[in-house]
């Protein structure tokens, strides 16, 4: 058991403690974040567009670097502060939700977003929620919901410096908790 006073967001493995809040909580689960209770059910599907971001740096910008895992991969550009990108209204993510109502009666349904940090990173968080709408669906129908993620504000990641960051790397979208997921590669 930790003291009361211990208030770390991160896991401490030598004492077993699994951290706090979604974000970093790597223990078990009665129910995931974000769970809720319906007279009905629904089912995902995904039409993802883009696959993958290549962003220009100029020579003003410069590569940062991020604390990578053992024997893990470390691009030649790990990330670049985001104050420096000058493009970052261009660098859109978009993609649609199809939910279907596969229950006998009508309901709504919250489709929540979480983008996960390339896994190599150390002590980054394991996901983040990033989007989330709620949309009401007929028994039997179907609704599609578009979603576009800004990069420089849905996928930064804060390094332990308290600088944010856009990682180079693969990233991962989930819908809700992993029930459908697309990776996205950020390159430099």
């Given at each position: ?9 991160r896991?401490?493995?030598?004492l ?5 809040t ?6 078990s689960?009665?129910?995931p974040?974000g769970?809720?209770l319906s007279y009905?059910?629904f ?8 696959r993958?971001l290549d962003?220009k740096l100029?020579k003003y910008?410069?590569c940062?670097q991020?604390?990578y895992t053992?024997?893990?991969f470390?691009?030649?550009c790990a ?5 420096d990108l000058?493009?970052?209204d261009n660098?859109?993510v978009?993609?649609?939700v199809?939910?279907k109502?596969t ?7 919250t489709?929540?977003i979480?983008w996960?940090p390339?896994?190599e990173i ?13 949309v ?5 129908q179907?609704?599609k919901v ?5 990069a420089c ?5 804060v ?6 960051l856009l990682?180079?790397?693969r990233?991962?979208i ?7 997921s697309f990776p ?5």
């Amino acid at each position: 058991m930790l003291p009361m006073t211990s208030m770390p967001l991160r896991p401490i493995y030598s004492l077993g403690y699994p951290g706090r809040t979604y974000k970093f909580f790597n223990g078990s689960t009665v129910y995931p974040f974000g769970y809720g209770l319906s007279y009905t059910t629904f089912n995902y599907s995904l039409a993802a567009t883009k696959r993958s971001l290549d962003i220009k740096l100029n020579k003003y910008q410069h590569c940062r670097q991020i604390n990578y895992t053992d024997a893990a991969f470390q691009p030649s550009c790990a990330g670049v502060l985001i104050d420096d990108l000058e493009s970052c209204d261009n660098q859109n993510v978009e993609f649609s939700v199809e939910v279907k109502n596969t229950g006998e009666r009508d309901g709504s349904e919250t489709i929540l977003i979480y983008w996960s940090p390339p896994s190599e990173i150390r002590d980054a968080q394991i996901k983040e929620l990033v989007a989330f709408n709620k949309v009401f669906v007929q028994a039997g129908q179907s609704a599609k919901v578009k979603f576009n993620l800004n990069a420089c504000k849905s996928l930064r990641y804060v390094d332990y410096k308290g600088y944010s960051l856009l990682a180079s790397g693969r990233h991962t979208i989930a819908v809700g908790d992993n029930i459908l997921s697309f990776p996205l590669s950020i390159n430099y």
